[in-house]
């Protein structure tokens, strides 16, 4: 899925030996680095009797290195001798280790440690979602042979339940992305209801470690969601919903209700799971604002919530920021009652790490005011990604336009002549309910797209997935790739999967019905965009 883009011109070059240039402080100074010079200084010489002295990048690279460079230095180094001579690769990668030693053995304080922490944090987080996602692929094809008189026994629910018994918040995704696949892409509403049941009977430390969770109540809004989209409401199903989740209000000692008075049950009901899932639902505008204020300085001053309106507005109309925050803000609550950690997330997380680069990057006024207001009202997620996808197409060095008026409509970037309408699925909760998710999927993503307006120009979209999602496109991408095809508009997708840090995963689907194909070039530079490292801010 990630490739490595061919390299050409002097630009790309720079990128990549950019982090030769880096220097780790804690080796400023150390005994170890007379030994660092003379290894340094014997891979130089052996390099150039084997490859000579010209245009080379590996030489280019050990150049801009020095005996206190990083460990992400000596690594890459490593990377390129290996292909070159195995025995002056293992030079590198002792150095590498040594390197590695006398740093963590060097550090005094939490602050020397912690830029050490992050990029561990990082590749864990990376590996996970890469997991996740062959997961989930992996669901699709095989319960798409499978029979299902036979997913649906109790041996089955058994199993499922006791993922979510034996867990960690970590895993819940998996119980979470196993129960769709089985259950609720079935429209097996009433077993998903089942194992709703049985985790509601937890108890002791299970009932604990459920209680920080929102496993529950992600079941329950996606069966609350299957109902809504029934032809027929099931009077019974909605009833035994009702009583689920009101038992759960009471566990938690939320002790809330449905409102009445919503001549349509599901959607009531909805909004009763969701208000339990943020705890009781969203949080008074002083305290979010007190929350914002204090963990996320730079999201506070850029969406301008030093003004009482903007903060109160977002109550009232129950936006998409308030509600992540205040489901946030719940489980960190919790966790300080319970003892329970909190594994969830939310959109200021990514929101401090752009701004923080955002700085450097220049932004049109009309984009930031654009950006701002989408993040305060109803399309918070597509217009993080958007800022997002900016931030790393400028990283990668291409020119960036913000919502280029063509042909009588806007697309939302324009670089380097290269059209790209940016979307994200989260935007509207996307839940699909058919047995093969990604037509429906690909569908709703094309129906999104202005690239009809623009002619023969070339063009892209980039999709911000969630994991069942991305999967659903890898595990049919032969009828994703077909659908694209009815289409002369976009050239081709960029299916993106991930938190904006450290770097995303993603696929590339081309249309073979394109009236523009996607070039090679500009392939390669959404990828270097996407592969571009974003590291959370430190505290």
């Given at each position: 899925?990630?490739?490595?883009?061919?390299?050409?011109g002097d630009g790309l070059e720079d990128y990549y030996c950019a982090p030769a240039t880096y220097r780790e402080p804690l080796l400023r100074g150390h005994p170890g680095?007379?030994?660092?010079?003379?290894?340094?200084?014997?891979?130089?010489?052996?390099?150039?009797?084997?490859?000579?002295?010209?245009?080379?990048?590996?030489?280019?690279?050990?150049?801009?290195?020095?005996?206190?460079?990083?460990?992400?230095?000596?690594?890459?180094?490593?990377?390129?001798?290996?292909?070159?001579?195995?025995?002056?690769a293992r030079t590198a990668a002792t150095e590498h280790a040594l390197a590695r030693s006398e740093i963590w053995g060097a550090m005094k304080t939490g602050a020397d440690?912690?830029?050490?922490?992050?990029?561990?944090?990082?590749?864990?987080?990376?590996?996970?979602?890469?997991?996740?996602?062959?997961?989930?692929?992996?669901?699709?094809?095989?319960?798409?042979?499978?029979?299902?008189?036979?997913?649906?026994?109790?041996?089955?629910?058994?199993?499922?339940?006791?993922?979510?018994?034996?867990?960690?918040?970590?895993?819940?995704?998996?119980?979470?992305?196993?129960v769709e696949k089985v259950y609720i892409y079935r429209d097996k509403l009433e077993e998903a209801c089942d194992i709703c049941e049985e985790i509601l009977g937890f108890?002791?430390?299970?009932?604990?470690?459920?209680?920080?969770?929102?496993?529950?109540?992600?079941?329950?809004?996606?069966?609350?969601?299957?109902?809504?989209?029934?032809?027929?409401?099931?009077?019974?199903?909605?009833?035994?919903?009702?009583?689920?989740?009101?038992?759960?209000?009471?566990?938690?000692?939320?002790?809330?209700?449905?409102?009445?008075?919503?001549?349509?049950?599901?959607?009531?009901?909805?909004?009763?799971?969701?208000?339990?899932?943020?705890?009781?639902?969203?949080?008074?505008?002083?305290?979010?604002?007190?929350?914002?204020?204090?963990?996320?300085?730079?999201?506070?001053?850029?969406?301008?919530?030093?003004?009482?309106?903007?903060?109160?507005?977002?109550?009232?109309?129950?936006?998409?920021?308030?509600?992540?925050?205040?489901?946030?803000?719940?489980?960190?609550?919790?966790?300080?009652?319970?003892?329970?950690?909190?594994?969830?997330?939310?959109?200021?997380?990514?929101?401090?790490?752009?701004?923080?680069?955002?700085?450097?990057?220049?932004?049109?006024?009309?984009?930031?005011?654009?950006?701002?207001?989408?993040?305060?009202?109803?399309?918070?997620?597509?217009?993080?990604?958007?800022?997002?996808?900016?931030?790393?197409?400028?990283?990668?060095?291409?020119?960036?336009?913000?919502?280029?008026?063509?042909?009588?409509?806007?697309?939302?970037?324009?670089?380097?002549?290269?059209?790209?309408?940016?979307?994200?699925?989260?935007?509207?909760?996307?839940?699909?309910?058919?047995?093969?998710?990604?037509?429906?999927?690909?569908?709703?993503?094309?129906?999104?797209?202005?690239?009809?307006?623009?002619?023969?120009?070339?063009?892209?979209?980039?999709?911000?997935?969630?994991?069942?999602?991305?999967?659903?496109?890898?595990?049919?991408?032969?009828?994703?790739?077909?659908?694209?095809?009815?289409?002369?508009?976009?050239?081709?997708?960029?299916?993106?999967?991930?938190?904006?840090?450290?770097?995303?995963?993603?696929?590339?689907?081309?249309?073979?019905?394109?009236?523009?194909?996607?070039?090679?070039?500009?392939?390669?530079?959404?990828?270097?965009?996407?592969?571009?490292?974003?590291?959370?801010?430190?505290?």
């Amino acid at each position: 899925m990630r490739g490595e883009p061919g390299m050409t011109g002097d630009g790309l070059e720079d990128y990549y030996c950019a982090p030769a240039t880096y220097r780790e402080p804690l080796l400023r100074g150390h005994p170890g680095n007379a030994r660092r010079r003379a290894s340094l200084e014997e891979i130089r010489n052996c390099l150039e009797a084997k490859i000579g002295t010209g245009h080379s990048l590996p030489l280019r690279f050990l150049g801009l290195m020095g005996p206190d460079s990083t460990l992400s230095a000596w690594a890459i180094l490593h990377r390129h001798l290996k292909e070159i001579d195995p025995g002056l690769a293992r030079t590198a990668a002792t150095e590498h280790a040594l390197a590695r030693s006398e740093i963590w053995g060097a550090m005094k304080t939490g602050a020397d440690m912690i830029p050490h922490l992050d990029p561990i944090h990082s590749r864990f987080y990376h590996r996970r979602s890469e997991a996740l996602s062959q997961m989930c692929q992996e669901l699709t094809e095989a319960l798409g042979h499978a029979g299902k008189p036979v997913l649906l026994d109790s041996e089955m629910r058994a199993h499922i339940v006791d993922m979510a018994r034996f867990g960690s918040e970590m895993d819940d995704d998996a119980t979470r992305m196993v129960v769709e696949k089985v259950y609720i892409y079935r429209d097996k509403l009433e077993e998903a209801c089942d194992i709703c049941e049985e985790i509601l009977g937890f108890r002791s430390f299970d009932f604990h470690r459920m209680a920080g969770s929102t496993l529950f109540e992600d079941i329950m809004l996606e069966v609350l969601t299957g109902l809504h989209n029934r032809d027929e409401q099931d009077a019974d199903l909605v009833s035994r919903c009702q009583s689920l989740l009101e038992r759960r209000s009471d566990m938690l000692g939320l002790g809330i209700r449905p409102k009445h008075g919503d001549n349509n049950a599901p959607r009531a009901l909805l909004e009763f799971a969701f208000n339990i899932s943020t705890r009781a639902g969203i949080l008074p505008a002083e305290e979010l604002n007190r929350h914002i204020l204090e963990h996320y300085p730079k999201s506070h001053r850029f969406l301008g919530l030093d003004r009482a309106s903007n903060l109160q507005k977002m109550v009232t109309k129950k936006s998409p920021l308030a509600s992540t925050l205040s489901v946030f803000a719940g489980g960190q609550e919790l966790t300080a009652t319970i003892k329970v950690p909190y594994a969830g997330g939310n959109a200021l997380m990514p929101l401090e790490i752009i701004l923080g680069e955002l700085d450097m990057a220049d932004a049109s006024p009309s984009a930031l005011k654009k950006w701002r207001a989408g993040i305060l009202a109803e399309q918070l997620w597509e217009n993080l990604f958007e800022m997002e996808m900016y931030l790393r197409l400028r990283k990668s060095g291409a020119s960036v336009t913000v919502d280029r008026r063509v042909g009588g409509k806007v697309v939302d970037l324009e670089f380097n002549g290269v059209y790209a309408e940016i979307y994200s699925p989260l935007a509207k909760q996307f839940v699909s309910l058919v047995d093969d998710p990604s037509l429906d999927f690909i569908g709703d993503v094309l129906a999104k797209s202005q690239l009809g307006s623009v002619g023969k120009s070339e063009t892209i979209m980039i999709v911000d997935c969630p994991p069942t999602m991305f999967a659903d496109v890898l595990g049919h991408e032969h009828r994703a790739t077909s659908l694209l095809g009815q289409s002369c508009q976009p050239g081709g997708v960029f299916f993106v999967l991930g938190m904006c840090y450290p770097q995303r995963l993603y696929k590339f689907l081309p249309n073979p019905g394109a009236i523009t194909p996607v070039s090679d070039v500009t392939i390669g530079l959404v990828s270097r965009a996407l592969d571009v490292d974003l590291q959370p801010p430190r505290p």
